[in-house]
């Protein structure tokens, strides 16, 4: 056990310097000038040369980038090009935000597919319906969900308003109604995903002996499925689950837009928008590590469990 | 058939012919700006025209084009990539399999539609990169499954007789091993179309797609977003197309199993 | 006069749909205190620093939080503010101002003579960098201190237009010892005297003000708090506003306006002239450089379509960026006519290779994004090639100043003196001279207009710079916008101001 974690930590290390290297080689070289970007298109050479050297802009990618990692690793990611504002501010209050709307979607995505398609085993008539639920969870558009949504429950019935977010300070009722919306669309999102993988699992232990012997011994067919397949079937949803924590930042992006919510996937948008690399980087840089942890976390919890799946590695 | 394959394969006509036949089958040109905007519903606006006096009917079928382009691009790059890595490493096995499992594993965790965001940002919201990117991020997933696919055939007996009778590797895989596979491949293009129709049109949606005046079903929605109390049809329209489009390759793909 | 006239004409039918409609009429003017205004605006704010504010949406929450030394009226003309009075000397080359002695800083210091010096020497400094330091620099040579309650400015030379200039960013008054208190980060930690006080600022979506109890104007303001939240456009403010989550959205186009009218909570007021919409280029540069393919597209455009998409009729074509109604506004001037054929004659006889593409620069703004997908059509339709390139709205303006975009629309609202919009944008030197617009003719025609303060004189000078400003077409003027100021009912004292800009200081919100 303590062999396998250290290999795959050492795996894991330099996977992210790889990844933050090719991200921010990329973004230096494809966006252009910061030097022009930061002065103008008038900018003498001069001008240009000595920013580019007050900043390092001129030294080959790889000294810079030892820089901005070292930097980062102190939590200095430099400032926003657009707002002059310090990115760790930036960013500080929009992280909150998502993983507030991303844990709760989880969760409630979690409860929904296990509770959905554990139904159908005892009644069978159900089993169109949520098969139904999951190909739409599966495939429709974040974006059109939300937009039906906000029209249905906000626009024609007046039960909701129309954005994702307000503060605390406006009172926990008012901020959670704000966030029902978000929530359920998000929901959605996991929810397709969620239910391929208890489905599958749950499939699989639903053949095993001791369903058979607890059929045999009288027990009623929602028991059954309740009591004891789900509670062997749900792991694998959980570290799925767990992965997509990692995928925190993809999932929200589009939420967050059409609620106006400003979160950490907005705060993406919007600095790519305005070609502000030092926020780029920094939330690019976040969404790596983030995934990488949390697979790494994933899989060794998956691994705890079933011993077969270390061995096979 | 299947009642899930029939229906996926329909809808799929449905937006084939569209994209196909575009310029015969929509009443209006997309692109010219009218002189009634923001007209609801009406027999000779079926869905209403938008700001700019267009045809919104119209511009949903032209839609078709650019997104299926898109998705099928996607999907036709991540099969170029993967299934050739996919075959090497399932195949060959040994220090081929480990380096190309690592590469693997590195991104097939990374989220598609934050990379797609930085990369096209980087290289420009055109049709021809959308598809370059998702294929790209789609691959790692092919690979896999083409490799444990080519793993699983690799015991069969065929293979073993085909070996002992001296056949090449490149001879085997393409005589033995992708017949067995192509089914699975098939299966996963589609899914890989679907997704990247998903993704791209969420990317228009952002802002950061095709520019305007094409017309793209993400881009409308996002334009028809702002008029949703009075015609919603100018954002749900186009958004419809997006979920019906997406559900149907998706359901072709998954009826395979 | 006919200015006055119109202002009061819009205000009168604003006031007059307020009192007409049943259930909700309050019969007396009676400011009522307390409540919170929840305004939906169009976030592209920057920074909170009058100092270094270039954006648009930053000017009204500006207005709450800092004074000006000087007031303008809803006809331009000048008012008593943080100066209670002031007067020429020397030629009118030195003007003092008389200060008030009883304000103080959010923060607690003082307003006074050496605060107001430090403010116009804060922003001449080139370290500074701040954009308005150009036109008060050109003009001013040294500030001075006279006594605790009197600041003396020297001029270069007489220079009528400083007074409206201090009516704006450059006359905003902030607290010396906070900026030396937050150095860079005074941006997002404003302190003025205003009367309204900072109180927090979640970036791209909010921005909370509070009462501020120590404000100089007894009695005022009359609400407790001004909450700004960020909407993506005018319509899903509107959509805001039915639901009552918001009070207040500015920039509402005749379309929306259409969709408001039937709503029983909101009352809408027409702006008598809206924003000034233009096409601007890069004069000095290749392919703009050439006349004849700049006097081609001004023919190619059709604004009365612009005019009847974008706008539903309510708009004005414009022929220059002065609309008619004020003292300075061209009498007889050169203007390009919709005429695609002549416009094809002129494109060819300009020699330039229509098979290159023309990259125009599509900002995600409604109204602005419309338009170029219009001017695209037309200048297709006379055989150029055009590109439309996205950018983000919150970028696209600070770039566009800033010279980094070639062909773009642009606009602008209007400023109390005329030399504020024409020296900003057609001298050589002026600070918002993206086109980069040159003609010596036009630079002495500015500095004679600028030193002189008799009205007949000045108006003669603009005209001869308007006659070659259509000429030489830095821009291809549009139209003014129609728009539309909507509002709870509940909002009661909103004066419309010439520049466009909201003054929340005056509202109150009956119960």
Redesign the interface.
């Known amino acids: 056990m303590g062999a396998h974690l250290i290999r795959r930590i050492s795996l894991m290390i330099p996977n992210v310097f790889i990844l933050t290297f090719l991200l921010f080689s990329g973004v230096t070289t494809f966006l252009g000038s910061p030097a022009a970007l930061m002065l103008g298109e008038e900018a003498s050479p001069e001008a240009i040369r000595q920013i580019n050297e007050k900043f390092g802009f001129d030294r080959p990618v790889l000294t810079q980038y030892a820089n901005w990692v070292a930097n980062a690793a102190t939590g200095d990611f430099g400032r926003s090009y657009s707002t002059q504002q310090s990115v760790g501010a930036m960013i500080l209050p929009a992280l909150p935000m998502t993983l507030e709307l991303s844990a709760w979607a989880i969760i409630l995505a979690v409860a929904a597919a296990t509770i959905i398609n554990s139904i159908p085993f005892a009644r069978k008539s159900v089993e169109g319906i949520s098969s139904l639920l999951c190909i739409i969870g599966i495939t429709i558009p974040n974006f059109f969900l939300g937009i039906c949504f906000i029209y249905i429950l906000s626009v024609r019935l007046r039960w909701l308003p129309t954005t994702g977010w307000v503060p605390w300070s406006s009172g926990i009722g008012s901020h959670l109604t704000h966030l029902i919306m978000p929530v359920l669309t998000l929901t959605a999102f996991y929810f397709g995903s969620f239910s391929l993988i208890y489905k599958a699992e749950y499939r699989a232990i639903s053949q095993q002996l001791f369903v058979k012997v607890a059929r045999a011994k009288g027990l009623g067919e929602i028991a059954i499925s309740f009591k004891h397949i789900l509670p062997n079937s749900i792991l694998p949803v959980i570290t799925y689950a767990g992965l997509s924590l990692g995928q925190l930042v993809g999932g929200a992006v589009v939420t967050e837009s059409v609620f106006s919510m400003p979160g950490i996937g907005r705060l993406l948008v919007n600095s790519i928008g305005a070609r502000d690399f030092p926020v780029m980087l920094a939330i690019g840089m976040i969404v790596i590590v983030g995934v990488m942890i949390m697979n790494l976390l994933a899989d060794l919890l998956y691994g705890l469990v079933n011993p077969v799946v270390r061995l096979a590695d | 058939m299947t009642a899930k394959r029939k229906i996926g394969l329909m809808l799929i006509a449905l937006v084939a012919i569209c994209g196909l036949f575009a310029p015969y089958l929509a009443p209006f040109n997309p692109v010219s700006s009218g002189i009634d905007p923001l007209e609801g519903a009406s027999a000779r606006h079926w869905l209403g025209t938008d700001p700019l006096g267009r045809d919104v009917l119209s511009r949903v079928i032209y839609g078709a084009r650019i997104s299926l382009m898109v998705g099928i691009g996607a999907a036709l790059i991540a099969a170029v990539i993967g299934v050739p890595v996919g075959l090497m490493a399932g195949y060959f096995r040994g220090r081929i399999d480990l380096v190309l499992v690592q590469i693997i594993d590195i991104f097939i965790a990374l989220p598609g539609l934050v990379l797609a965001l930085i990369v096209t940002a980087m290289l420009g919201a055109k049709a021809l990169n959308l598809a370059l990117v998702l294929g790209f991020v789609s691959s790692p997933t092919v690979a896999r499954l083409v490799r444990g696919q080519a793993l699983q055939v690799r015991q069969t007996a065929y293979v073993e007789a085909a070996r002992a009778a001296g056949g090449g590797p490149a001879w085997i895989m393409v005589r033995h091993v992708w017949p067995n596979i192509m089914r699975t491949v098939s299966a996963q293009f589609a899914i890989t179309v679907s997704y990247a129709i998903f993704t791209s049109a969420s990317l228009s949606f952002l802002g950061l797609g095709v520019p305007p005046p094409t017309p793209d079903w993400g881009g409308m929605v996002r334009e028809g977003f702002e008029y949703l109390s009075v015609l919603p049809l100018l954002s749900l329209g186009p958004g419809a197309a997006v979920a019906v489009t997406v559900m149907a390759f998706y359901l072709i793909g998954s009826s395979v199993e | 006069m006919v200015r006055i006239a119109k202002a009061g004409g819009a205000f009168l039918m604003g006031l007059a749909l307020f009192l007409w409609v049943p259930g909700g009429a309050v019969k007396a003017a009676e400011p009522v205190k307390g409540g919170t205004l929840n305004v939906g605006f169009f976030d592209d704010t ?2 909170l620093d009058p100092v270094y504010s270039v954006a648009l949406s930053e000017r009204q929450i500006l207005f709450l939080m800092f004074d000006n030394l000087i007031d303008i009226g809803p006809d331009f003309s000048l008012k008593p503010s943080l100066a209670t009075s002031w007067e020429y000397q020397n030629g009118e080359k030195r003007i003092l101002l008389h200060l008030r002695a009883d304000v103080k800083f959010h923060d607690g210091t003082d307003f006074d003579a050496d605060a107001v010096k430090w403010n116009l020497d804060w922003r001449m400094l080139p370290e500074t960098n701040s954009p308005a330091r150009s036109q008060l620099a050109s003009a001013i040579d040294n500030v001075e201190v006279v006594d605790k309650a009197t600041v003396a400015i020297n001029l270069k030379q007489p220079f009528p237009p400083l007074l409206s200039l201090l009516t704006d960013r450059a006359g905003l008054m902030e607290s010396p010892a906070a900026v030396k208190k937050y150095g ?2 005074f ?2 930690n404003p302190v003025g005297t205003g009367p309204f006080v900072f109180k927090s600022w ?5 921005i909370e003000l509070e009462r501020n109890s120590a404000y100089w104007q007894k009695g005022q303001p009359y609400l407790d708090r001004v909450i700004f ?8 403010g ?3 506003l ?2 009552g ?1 918001l009070d207040f959205v500015a920039q509402i186009t005749p ?1 929306n306006a259409r ?1 408001l009218e039937s709503s029983p909570d909101i009352k809408l007021v027409q702006i008598s002239v809206g924003n000034w919409y233009a096409l601007q280029w890069h004069w000095d540069k290749p392919p703009f450089s050439n006349a004849k393919l700049r006097q081609a597209v001004a023919q190619a455009v059709d604004r009365q ?1 612009i005019n ?2 974008l706008w539903s009729g309510k708009g004005r074509i414009a022929n220059s960026e002065t609309p008619p109604g004020l003292w300075w506004s061209p009498s007889d001037q050169e203007h390009y006519s919709y005429d695609p054929a002549q416009a094809k004659k002129l494109l060819a006889e300009s020699g330039y290779d229509t098979a290159i593409e023309i990259p125009l620069s ?1 900002p ?1 703004d ?1 109204a602005l ?2 338009l ?3 001017v ?2 037309n200048l297709e339709a006379i055989g150029l090639k055009v ?6 709205q ?2 696209w303006y600070a770039r566009a100043v ?3 975009i070639n062909f773009t629309p642009m606009r602008w609202t209007l400023r109390a003196d005329p030399d504020g919009l024409i020296q900003f944008l057609f001298d050589t030197k002026g600070a918002a001279n993206s086109t980069g617009y040159s003609n010596p003719e036009v630079d002495k025609l500015i500095a004679q207009a600028r030193g002189t303060s008799d009205i007949a004189t000045r108006k003669n000078i603009y005209d001869q710079i308007h006659q070659y400003i259509a000429e030489d077409l830095p821009y291809v003027s549009l139209a003014f916008s129609g728009e539309f100021v909507a509002m709870n009912k509940k909002v009661d004292g909103f004066v419309q101001m010439p520049d466009l800009i909201p003054r929340y200081r005056t509202l109150w919100k009956n119960q």
Do not use: C, F
């Open positions: 920057k920074t860079k980060d941006g997002g979640t970036r791209g979506s909010r939240s960020d909407i993506s456009t005018a319509v899903v509107s959509q805001r039915t639901t989550e379309q969709l379509k009847a998409l599509a995600s409604t994004r419309q170029v997908q219009l695209k059509e590109r439309l390139e996205p950018i983000a919150s970028e800033a010279k980094q």
